[in-house]
């Protein structure tokens, strides 16, 4: 069956455009809904807990209909929607709509943008300046191999088939995943001891050298290329870890007049905005390092700097920062409220016991997170093969079965 080499452009209804621009999105839902870049969940889902919306007359001049797909042109560039056509929607400017011809099935396109052909011109077209982004010229010519219709509907529904299979695995796996998280809490929070009864409690900042903050007044008038002090940031600080990546420096002068933020290995940092009350110990590799905008705890020799981070981030501590963070639009939790965080009345030597404790219970639980989690990757490249190999012809997919693919 022969299959053609085109461009996207010449496989859609109307040209490839962008939507509409942000200004007087609202909140009204029986209004159609506005779709954004952070709405998209997957290429088949759009996201329930974000909604905005436009008036009718608005949003008709960016319409959605059944079978539309949209692509992001910024941000996350290439993630794609295949819209359901289920209610009234519209779309914004950073994503562009392509609406396939009647010869042409959606689902076909939508798994091409799932698959390595796709990401390899999406990654070799994309521009960087201050955002990374993709032009809707620059969709309109990428290039796929395409065969008659009835072909197109056997590879998309043997993918439907494959892909849905591969889905409820995941889905399984990431629900045991989380089924674990709650067991490591648990057992974190039962050996930390009992922090309801208050005779047993006292004020972090008694058992503290200091509580301050990150650099927070224009810190990016710091930042540097290279040759900088590396400062760690909120996405940075993971419970328990600190992750390096999209790690940015300042400058040494910047570094100088910053002194109230220079960290010292066995510090905390506390995430205080977003995902307010992520902590992590610092470690030696940034002993000198600067931050921004976290929260900062210098244990004195009455804590455990580890045991202040599996007690910083425990369900209990995560209940504390929640009832005392602030922010309309994220949560920002402050040096008063971590001053005041109730903590474990325990000697330092009860806090090394029960570190060493906790260590030795989590360690199964870690391991089998880490192993799904490495299963899920290989998951995940398991169903990307699978969609390249259908969408570019590689298997006859009347006799192909996934799991030999």
């Not at 996201?47 to 008709?60: C, E, G, I, N, Y």
């Not at 998309?156 to 892909?163: H, I, Q, S």
């Not at 889905?171 to 809490?185: D, F, G, I």
């Not at 409690?201 to 050298?209: C, E, M, Q, S, T």
Request: glycine share 6%; net charge positive.
């Amino acid at each position: 069956m022969t299959w053609r080499r085109t461009r996207l452009k010449y496989l859609a209804e109307v040209p490839i455009r962008n939507g509409l621009g942000e200004a007087g999105a609202y909140d009204d839902p029986s209004w159609p809904r506005y779709v954004r870049t952070t709405d998209i969940a997957d290429a088949r889902n759009l996201r329930s807990d974000v909604f905005k919306s436009l008036p009718p007359s608005v949003a008709a001049k960016a319409s959605l209909r059944h079978g539309d797909l949209l692509l992001s042109a910024a941000g996350t560039i290439g993630k794609s929607y295949l819209h359901s056509g289920s209610s009234p929607a519209c779309f914004a400017g950073y994503l562009v709509r392509f609406r396939p011809r009647s010869d042409i099935d959606p689902r076909f396109v939508a798994y091409w943008t799932e698959s390595r052909p796709y990401w390899d011109q999406i990654q070799a077209g994309a521009v960087r300046s201050t955002i990374e982004n993709f032009s809707a010229g620059k969709f309109q010519n990428l290039v796929l191999d395409v065969p008659p219709l009835d072909e197109q509907r056997r590879v998309a529904d043997f993918l439907d088939a494959e892909t849905s299979r591969m889905d409820r695995v995941r889905v399984a796996r990431s629900r045991m995943q989380e089924l674990l998280r709650l067991k490591r809490e648990r057992v974190i929070e039962h050996l930390i001891g009992d922090q309801r009864n208050a005779h047993q409690l006292i004020p972090l900042k008694h058992l503290v050298d200091s509580v301050s903050v990150g650099i927070v007044i224009t810190p990016a008038a710091w930042y540097v290329e290279s040759d900088g002090v590396p400062a760690l940031r909120g996405i940075n600080v993971k419970p328990g870890r600190i992750d390096d990546k999209d790690l940015v420096q300042i400058s040494h002068e910047g570094h100088l007049v910053h002194r109230k933020s220079r960290l010292k290995a066995g510090d905390l940092v506390v995430v205080r905005t977003g995902q307010a009350g992520a902590a992590a110990v610092v470690t030696p590799e940034f002993d000198g390092a600067n931050c921004i905008d976290l929260v900062i705890v210098r244990p004195g020799p009455f804590l455990a700097p580890r045991f202040a981070e599996y007690l910083l981030n425990s369900s209990y501590a995560k209940r504390r920062v929640a009832e005392f963070a602030v922010g309309s639009i994220q949560s920002h939790f402050n040096v008063a409220a971590m001053k005041a965080m109730p903590v474990p009345r325990k000697s330092p030597a009860d806090q090394k016991r029960i570190v060493s404790e906790i260590d030795r219970a989590i360690e199964p639980i870690e391991k089998s997170v880490v192993e799904m989690q490495k299963q899920d990757e290989l998951l995940v490249e398991r169903r990307q093969a699978i969609i390249t190999a259908a969408v570019t012809g590689q298997i006859d997919v009347t006799t192909a079965r996934g799991m030999d693919v």
